[in-house]
């Protein structure tokens, strides 16, 4: 009697499975060059951003939403030659999360506009402002 294996082994892909993959992958697979590009830019935004004291807290985000479009451009290239299905559904899954954390990231930016658009004025409209307006004008400039 044989046991299992603990490393099962998945089938060969048919050859009408490979040229699926191909066919599928091929609008990613043309756009290979940009993904690779664009995340060598952000790696490297990523590494400036860590360069300043305040970055450096920040500085990973950008460095690994680098890492997972390069490597998504990797991935679809195989999934491209080869019609590699685990390269395929690598790929996709990479840039499933670059453009979650790219959605998540956006509604932050959204969140924090807003806030600083109500303080910078719908405060002042209260008559609450951070500025000391009437001691700077009353005490006098100079």
């Known amino acids: 009697m044989a046991y299992p294996t603990p490393y099962a082994v998945p ?8 040229h699926m993959v191909q066919e599928l992958s091929m609008p990613i697979y043309q756009a ?6 664009l995340g060598v830019l952000s790696i490297i935004s990523g590494v400036g951003t ?12 950008p460095i690994w939403m680098g890492v997972l479009m390069f490597q998504a451009g ?5 999934a491209g030659q080869f019609g590699d299905k685990f390269a395929f559904l690598r790929s996709l899954g990479g840039l499933k999360t670059y453009f ?3 959605g998540i990231l ?18 002042p ?10 001691q700077i004008i009353n005490n006098g400039i100079y």
């Open 11 to 18: 089938p060969a892909p048919t050859p009408q499975e490979q």
């Open 32 to 37: 290979r060059g940009w993904l690779k590009f």
């Open 50 to 61: 860590a360069l300043s004291i305040v970055g450096i807290i920040f500085a990973w985000l």
């Open 74 to 78: 990797s991935s679809i290239e195989s």
């Open 100 to 102: 979650m954390l790219q």
């Open 106 to 123: 956006s509604l932050l930016a959204i969140v924090l506009t807003l806030s600083i658009l109500c303080i910078s004025f719908v405060l």
């Open 125 to 134: 409209l209260l008559g609450l402002t951070l500025i000391p307006w009437n």
